[in-house]
């Protein structure tokens, strides 16, 4: 009878430890009745019990140690004008409610359990965090949860030239016109900053081609690789686009078309002509004669030549044993013959030969 009654006072010691404060009395009356034969330790149950319970209960939802936890941790780190979000939860008991305070501004409670904006001034921030059993902030609570906030204004980035580049990625920190080193036009503006990267004088944004000094709009009448706004010869005919009362139409130029076949003579390339009657004339080059103002002559001494204006009285000849030939009102009677290169100077007196050639030292016929 001796063991087993050691036997249970273990057993009763053990559960004292582990039951709530509700139950406590009932295991106290319990006691009583089946330890009387054992007063002394009846006795120092009822003086242990108080103290066991008080730490057991201490701010509990429900009768159960129960606190507010975050994931997130109890602390934040962040700078200004960050967006923030804080979510918190309450373990082994939901709690109905919270009360928050302390937020910083810029911050607020969604009344459910998340904290959330973005802090407008820098310092440090201590919010408290209480959770209730009921939903209006009453019955038990929980211990103060408390979230340290560290806020810090952002470090600015460096621009020393104020280009709208850090100095980090500036290649050329104390020029505000440079930042890349990419500067297409070579004029000092690097591209990012240049309004005209191929210089041509049209924007980039009007510019079809803006790295194409030679182009933008995208017009080129005559095929040549220069658009029309920068070509001096837009029609292509030898005739620049100031002296051409045509510029766009390759077949006219000074408006004397004398069969009026929109193809104007070739004798409108000359400052001075003489009809001779019958498409025969005479100028500075000689007496010719121009069939169905195409550009076929025959020359009275030289013969025929395809003759190609490339400005008033200057042009190139192509003759069928000579190749081309250069000549204008100034040089002649010199021609300047393509290939081989070398200089000609035309024999008109001479009933044998039409050239002199420098070169070669030798008449040509």
Same mark, same amino acid.
């Given at each position: 009878?001796?063991?087993?009654?050691?036997?249970?006072?273990? /057993?009763?010691?053990?559960? =004292?430890?582990?039951?709530?404060?509700?139950?406590?009395?009932? #295991?106290?009356? #319990?006691?009583?009745? =089946?330890?009387?034969?054992?007063?002394?330790?009846?006795?120092?149950?009822?003086?242990?019990?108080?103290?066991?319970?008080?730490?057991? !209960?201490?701010?509990?939802?429900?009768?159960?140690?129960?606190?507010?936890?975050?994931?997130?941790?109890?602390?934040?780190?962040?700078?200004?004008?960050e967006t923030v979000s804080f979510r918190f939860f309450t373990s082994r008991y939901t709690a109905g409610s919270y009360r928050v305070s302390g937020l910083p501004n810029g911050l607020s409670y969604d009344g459910r359990n998340?904290?959330?904006?973005? #802090?407008?001034?820098?310092?440090?921030?201590?919010?408290?965090? /209480?959770?209730?059993?009921?939903y209006s902030q009453n019955g038990s609570s929980t211990p103060t949860f408390l979230l340290s906030v560290d806020a810090s204004d952002p470090v600015l980035p460096i621009d020393s030239d104020g280009d709208g580049v850090d100095?980090?990625?500036?290649?050329?920190?104390?020029?505000?016109?440079?930042?890349?080193?990419?500067?297409?036009?070579?004029?000092?503006?690097?591209?990012?900053?240049?309004?005209?990267?191929?210089?041509?004088?049209?924007?980039?944004?009007?510019?079809?081609?803006?790295?194409?000094?030679?182009?933008?709009?995208?017009?080129?009448?005559?095929?040549?690789?220069?658009?029309?706004? *920068?070509?001096?010869?837009?029609?292509?005919?030898?005739?620049?686009?100031?002296?051409?009362?045509?510029?766009?139409?390759?077949?006219?130029?000074?408006?004397?078309? *004398?069969?009026?076949?929109?193809?104007? !003579? /070739?004798?409108?390339? *000359?400052?001075?002509?003489?009809?001779?009657?019958?498409?025969?004339?005479?100028?500075? =080059?000689?007496?010719?004669?121009?069939?169905?103002?195409?550009?076929? /002559?025959?020359?009275?001494?030289?013969?025929?030549?395809? #003759?190609?204006?490339?400005?008033?009285?200057? *042009?190139?000849?192509?003759?069928?044993?000579?190749?081309?030939?250069?000549?204008?009102?100034?040089?002649?009677?010199?021609?300047?013959r393509n290939s081989p290169a070398g200089w000609l100077y035309h024999l008109a007196n001479s009933k044998k030969s039409r050239f002199w050639s420098y070169s070669q030292e030798i008449e040509l016929e």
């Open positions: 009878m001796q063991l087993s009654k050691k036997k249970l006072r273990v /057993i009763l010691s053990f559960a =004292l430890l582990v039951e709530a404060r509700s139950f406590a009395p009932k #295991i106290i009356k #319990i006691s009583g009745l =089946l330890l009387k034969p054992v007063p002394s330790f009846l006795k120092s149950v009822h003086g242990w019990m108080p103290a066991t319970a008080g730490v057991v !209960t201490t701010h509990a939802l429900s009768g159960a140690t129960t606190e507010v936890k975050s994931y997130q941790g109890n602390s934040l780190s962040v700078k200004t004008g998340t904290i959330s904006g973005s #802090i407008s001034e820098a310092g440090n921030y201590s919010v408290n965090i /209480i959770g209730y059993r009921g100095d980090s990625s500036d290649q050329f920190p104390d020029d505000p016109k440079r930042a890349s080193g990419s500067d297409f036009d070579s004029d000092g503006t690097d591209d990012e900053f240049d309004n005209d990267d191929d210089n041509d004088g049209v924007v980039d944004t009007s510019d079809l081609y803006p790295k194409d000094a030679l182009r933008a709009s995208g017009n080129d009448a005559d095929g040549d690789g220069t658009d029309d706004e *920068f070509d001096g010869d837009r029609d292509g005919d030898g005739v620049d686009n100031t002296t051409d009362q045509f510029p766009d139409d390759p077949k006219r130029a000074s408006a004397d078309d *004398f069969a009026g076949d929109s193809n104007e !003579t /070739i004798t409108t390339n *000359f400052s001075s002509t003489t009809n001779l009657s019958d498409n025969w004339f005479d100028a500075w =080059l000689g007496i010719f004669y121009t069939a169905n103002k195409q550009n076929w /002559i025959f020359h009275s001494h030289l013969g025929w030549l395809y #003759i190609h204006p490339v400005g008033k009285d200057a *042009f190139w000849f192509y003759d069928y044993d000579l190749g081309w030939l250069y000549t204008s009102k100034d040089l002649y009677p010199y021609f300047y």
